[in-house]
T-cell receptor, first 116, second 115 residues
Framework: AQKITQTQPGMFVQEKEAVTLDCTYDTSDPSYGLFWYKQPSSGEMIFLIYQGSYDQQNATEGRYSLNFQKARKSANLVISASQLGDSAMYFCAMRGVNTNAGKSTFGDGTTLTVKP | NAGVTQTPKFQVLKTGQSMTLQCAQDMNHNSMYWYRQDPGMGLRLIYYSASEGTTDKGEVPNGYNVSRLNKREFSLRLESAAPSQTSVYFC??????????????FGPGTRLTVL
């Protein structure tokens, strides 16, 4: 079985500062992918960043980076230089291979509010 | 390129009524998914289709059926709607196969209310 845990229901950050959103996971698959999505108040799901379990380097996409610590089973999202438009719900998700092939599991999300 | 489209955008049903949610993608993706999102919660997988002609249950399949009509289309049917099925339903697709890690592209969602 797969499980994603996001322990921060809500986070606040000052504009232009960096913020880390926590995500821990559990899976029986030896090979898996980890994803972060953003959901603004308008409701759409926007893909942000992906990390493969065998990737040697942490993923980065513009202002987003993924702090992947495999031994700790954590995949935290770091947003640098926060902007007002970053205010949204953020979801961590994973998808495995083998026993969980194709199945995606999402966490309950973290609501990020960026203060001006 | 429309991406992933869903119809309808909104729907109100009475308990016991049936309906089908339609989803189509124009990205030539192999895999398609149906999720539900309850207020304040994450997405839960209802069913998915790793490739044309195959479907598998996700985390919360009870009360739903699906059809992968062709590579483009994946429909979700509620045979006898219940108030517990009030939710926002998202369809998604991803390229490659179930063993690849391509990100999922989501439709705009269908807001369903069952009275």
């Amino acid at each position: 079985a797969q499980k994603i845990t996001q322990t921060q229901p809500g986070m606040f950050v000052q504009e232009k500062e960096a913020v880390t959103l926590d995500c821990t996971y559990d899976t029986s698959d030896p090979s898996y992918g980890l994803f972060w999505y953003k959901q603004p108040s308008s409701g759409e799901m926007i893909f942000l960043i992906y990390q493969g379990s065998y990737d040697q380097q942490n993923a980065t996409e513009g202002r987003y980076s993924l702090n992947f610590q495999k031994a700790r089973k954590s995949a935290n999202l770091v947003i640098s230089a926060s902007q007002l438009g970053d205010s949204a719900m953020y979801f961590c998700a994973m998808r495995g291979v083998n026993t969980n092939a194709g199945k995606s599991t999402f966490g309950d999300g973290t609501t990020l509010t960026v203060k001006p | 390129n429309a991406g992933v489209t869903q119809t309808p955008k909104f729907q109100v049903l009475k308990t016991g009524q049936s309906m089908t949610l339609q989803c189509a993608q124009d990205m030539n993706h192999n895999s398609m998914y149906w999720y539900r999102q309850d207020p304040g919660m994450g997405l839960r997988l209802i069913y998915y289709s790793a490739s044309e002609g195959t479907t598998d249950k996700g985390e919360v399949p009870n009360g739903y059926n699906v059809s992968r009509l062709n590579k483009r289309e994946f429909s979700l049917r509620l045979e006898s709607a219940a108030p517990s099925q009030t939710s926002v339903y998202f369809c998604a697709s991803s390229g490659g196969t179930s063993q690849s890690y391509n990100e999922q592209f989501f439709g705009p969602g269908t807001r369903l209310t069952v009275l």
